[in-house]
């Protein structure tokens, strides 16, 4: 694996490029992406795989910067996409129609329409209400819709509550219980062909036994679906492993992938085994770098004012996620002290970090680490502020691969009702 953000000196570095000629070129906030390292992290999951036949579909709400798809989609990636704007993303990347799977609880008919029209590869079907209105969308279309149904294996990942997705009373999916009734059903239904079967028990899993369980559940189900006639010819294991913020300790992912592949390969060796990483790809690719506007104190708690806030990355605010903060630049003339990160916007909820010990000046730039993955997807305008720009770092050099955004773009979207 590509060593991340790595120290050189006393200047945190991307590759080859410090941190601190981004800030001050491009300005802060900002969030900063590795090629090198979104690269690494795919190809260690290809690695795993060995000659298995297989698709690593990127999760695209993770981080669905173009420029990110692209190359992705250059490196052979198939992607995960949960609505029509993602699928418009991933073929104005440049990625194929033909490598997409479509996940999501709330499919509407146009996104049905475009995704056939433009031929995707796979619906991943969530509820029996979805298959019918598939059925419908694609008799009007003259053609057959290509469906997996995403069974909920009810396996508890061990994960924050608002990402553990594969428990049986969360809204995504099949039951398991339900799940050759509702096969039985889908084979019956015009317009539909079964080619696979799908499972996403939820995102930040550090460990592989969960992913396990799911996998022996779905290969138990792909056996009584063939005793039923009913072929599977792909098994998709949903997202991919979690990822080091502070002291987790995932496994890697090629000898994670490894692992499964033994286990499919005992089952059904010509089984295609379908991953859906997002987090995994470029969470530990990228980083905010944020401006320290000001230090203050009230009573005895030290505050760093910083000109990010959870309007630009909202993990700590939404899951109470725990980021590493570290200044771009060392300083040890600097005393060091404890301090609650805290954004501009109008929440106590809005801090970055709390009781971090750090030795900074007003004026210093700080790294949010880990910041690639659910970072500026999850960006808002919430008192409005203009969302950051994104750089990608290739090497030594670095290219701005989303502006930062203006008052215009803000407003632009609104307007006055007609006077008369
Ligand atoms: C979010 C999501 C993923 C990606 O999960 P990661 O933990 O980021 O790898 C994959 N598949 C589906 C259906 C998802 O909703």
């Known amino acids: 694996m590509v060593d991340a953000f790595s120290r050189q000196g006393s200047e945190l570095y991307a590759e080859d490029v410090a941190l601190s000629a981004i800030a001050t070129q491009v300005g802060t906030p900002c969030y900063v992406y590795s090629r090198a390292i979104i690269e690494s992290n795919w190809r260690e999951y290809d690695l795993g795989f060995g000659g298995h036949p297989h698709a690593i579909c990127y999760a695209v709400k993770a981080n669905s910067n173009l420029e990110v798809l692209r190359l992705l989609a250059d490196l052979g990636s198939w992607f995960d996409i949960v609505s029509g704007g993602e699928l418009e993303r991933v073929l104005l990347a440049g990625g194929s129609a033909g490598r997409v799977v479509f996940s999501g609880v709330a499919k509407t008919a146009e996104e049905m329409e475009r995704a056939i029209g433009v031929g995707i590869h796979c619906f991943d079907v969530e509820s029996v209400a979805e298959l019918e209105r598939l059925s419908r969308v694609a008799a009007r279309l003259g053609k057959v819709a290509p469906v997996a149904l995403r069974i909920n ?15 049986k009373e969360t809204k995504f999916g099949i039951a398991i219980d339900d799940a050759i009734t509702t096969y039985r059903m889908a084979a019956d239904t015009a317009n539909i062909q079964i080619t696979g079967i799908a499972a996403h028990i939820g995102s930040q899993i550090t460990e592989s036994g969960p992913f396990i369980d799911a996998l022996v559940r779905m290969l138990e189900l792909i056996g009584e679906l063939e005793n039923e006639g009913i072929t599977i010819r792909h098994l998709d294991i949903g997202g991919g492993l979690g990822i080091r913020y502070r002291d987790e300790s995932p496994p890697a992912a090629r ?13 059904r060796a010509d089984l295609t085994l379908y991953i859906e990483p997002g987090r995994s790809v470029v ?33 700590p605010a939404l899951y ?12 040890p003339e600097l005393r060091s002290c404890i301090y609650d990160v805290v954004g501009p916007v109008c929440e106590t909820g809005d801090r970055l970090g709390s009781q971090r010990e750090l030795a900074i000046e007003a004026g210093d730039v700080l790294a949010i680490m880990d910041a690639g993955a659910y970072g500026h997807v999850m960006s808002s305008n919430y008192n409005s502020r203009p969302r950051p720009p994104e750089v990608l770092v290739d090497g030594g050099k670095f290219h701005i691969v989303r502006r930062r955004e203006t008052i215009s773009d803000m407003t632009a979207a609104e307007s006055a009702p007609p006077q008369d």
């Open 283 to 315: 969470g530990n690719a990228g980083v905010l770098l944020t401006g320290v506007e000001y230090l203050k104190s009230n009573g005895d708690t030290h505050f760093a004012v910083v000109d990010a806030g959870l309007n630009d990355i909202l993990r």
């Open 255 to 267: 000898e994670f992938i490894e692992t499964l592949v033994d286990r499919v390969r005992d089952h």
């Open 153 to 167: 294996p009810d396996i508890d990942a061990g994960t924050h509550p608002y990402i553990a997705t594969g428990l």
């Open 320 to 331: 109470n996620a725990w980021q590493n903060i570290v200044p771009l630049q060392d300083n």
